[in-house]
């Protein structure tokens, strides 16, 4: 069973940073596609950004290009978030998601393909 949990979120004025973690636990995860997404109070969960575990191409959305970047620490099986000039609409509940499969560049932006989530973490932008 794969498991997630995700830690570093808080409150940080705009224009700050933070970095959130994911640390995953169950099975190693070549060719797992891994996720950051994030859900705003009353608002659907939107993707933020994929790429897979092994290396390859990652994909970010366009509201957080130039200013988020995922990293990873194989050896610590941990997936890192790193989020600077953030903004007050970036406020949401942030979320790490795993799948078994190795989704196509393009293709990974949908919540429902992926298998695995953590518990979220608070992230608080004020203006």
């Known amino acids: 069973q794969v498991h997630l949990v995700e830690s570093g979120g808080g409150l940080v004025q705009a224009g700050g940073s933070l970095r959130l973690s994911c640390a995953a636990s169950?099975?190693?995860?070549?060719?797992?596609?891994m996720g950051w997404f994030r859900q705003a109070p009353g608002k659907e969960r939107e993707f933020v950004v994929t790429?897979?575990?092994?290396?390859?191409?990652?994909e970010y959305a366009d509201s957080v290009k130039g200013r988020f970047t995922i990293s990873s620490d194989n050896a610590k099986s941990t997936v890192y978030l790193q989020m600077n000039s953030l903004k007050p609409e970036d406020t949401a509940v942030y979320y790490c998601?795993?799948?078994?499969?190795?989704?196509?560049?393009?293709?990974?932006?949908?919540?429902?393909?992926?298998?695995?989530w953590g518990q979220g973490t608070q992230v608080t932008v004020s203006s």
């Open positions: 169950g099975r190693t995860f070549s060719g797992y596609t």
């Open positions: 998601a795993a799948t078994g499969r190795l989704i196509p560049y393009g293709h990974r932006g949908s919540p429902s393909l992926y298998d695995y």
């Open positions: 790429t897979a575990w092994s290396g390859g191409t990652t």
